[in-house]
């Protein structure tokens, strides 16, 4: 069964300080590895994706991914966050022909000026 | 392009009585996809319908049911209505080619039961 873990409930990050946010995950057959992000009251919108080829992704509003298969880890990173980056943040794990998404607890993070 | 679309936005119910919600996708995505979420639970799969079946199913007992009709628009209905439905209730559409799951979420429809 598909499993996603995101050990850090909350991080707290200074404005223009560097973001990293973990991603554990094990699967059954080939994964492919999303990051959400919620503000509060919103839905979820997509940061990025991995599917396959090159192990580091790029996403949207400067975030990038990288995918290791070794680690079982798809961590979210960001070079210098900016206050609107504050929301929480999901990870998520489907499988070809499951039809659903597997999420992590998810991480808030907190920017402080 | 106009994105997943939930009506309604918030509802209040009280314990006993059923709900509808309904999911209108993007244009042209013709699965659509359902969660819960709630604070002590997270994000969970309720299930998803392609062509007006379901080929998913969460866990989930019988009173959280689903239906698809032929212009990919969504239901899903909760029937007798207990305090642990309260959540945001999540729609998500992709495109039928879609053989990697990229899901599109909705803004969701927050239900509280009373």
């Known amino acids: 069964a598909q499993s996603v873990t995101q050990p850090d409930i909350h991080i707290t990050v200074s404005e223009g300080a560097s973001l990293e946010l973990r991603c554990n995950y094990s699967?059954?057959?080939?994964?492919?590895l999303f990051w959400y992000v919620q503000s509060p009251g919103q839905g979820l919108q997509l940061l990025l994706k991995y599917f396959s080829g090159d192990t580091l992704v790029q996403g949207i509003k400067g975030f990038e991914a990288e995918f290791k298969r070794s680690q079982s880890s798809f961590n979210l990173r960001k070079p210098s966050v900016h206050w609107s980056d504050a929301a929480e943040y999901f990870c998520?794990?489907?499988?070809?022909?499951?039809?659903?998404?597997?999420f992590g607890a998810g991480t808030t993070v907190t920017v402080r000026a | 392009k106009a994105g997943v679309t939930q009506t309604p936005r918030y509802l209040i119910k009280t314990r006993g009585q059923q709900v509808t919600l309904s999911c209108s996708p993007i244009?042209?995505?013709?699965?659509v996809s359902w969660y819960q979420q709630t604070p002590g639970q997270g994000l969970q799969f309720l299930f998803e319908y392609f062509s007006e079946t379901q080929r998913n199913k969460g866990n989930f007992p019988g009173r959280f049911s689903g239906r698809q009709f032929s212009n990919s628009r969504s239901e899903m209905n909760v029937s007798t209505l207990e305090l642990g439905d309260s959540a945001l209730y999540l729609c998500?559409?992709?495109?039928?080619?879609?053989?990697?799951?990229?899901?599109?979420f909705g803004p969701g429809t927050r239900l509280t039961v009373l």
């Open positions: 998500a559409s992709s495109l039928p080619t879609n053989t990697y799951n990229e899901q599109f």
């Open positions: 998520a794990v489907g499988e070809v022909g499951d039809y659903k998404l597997s």
């Open positions: 699967y059954g057959a080939t994964p492919y």
């Open positions: 244009s042209g995505h013709r699965s």
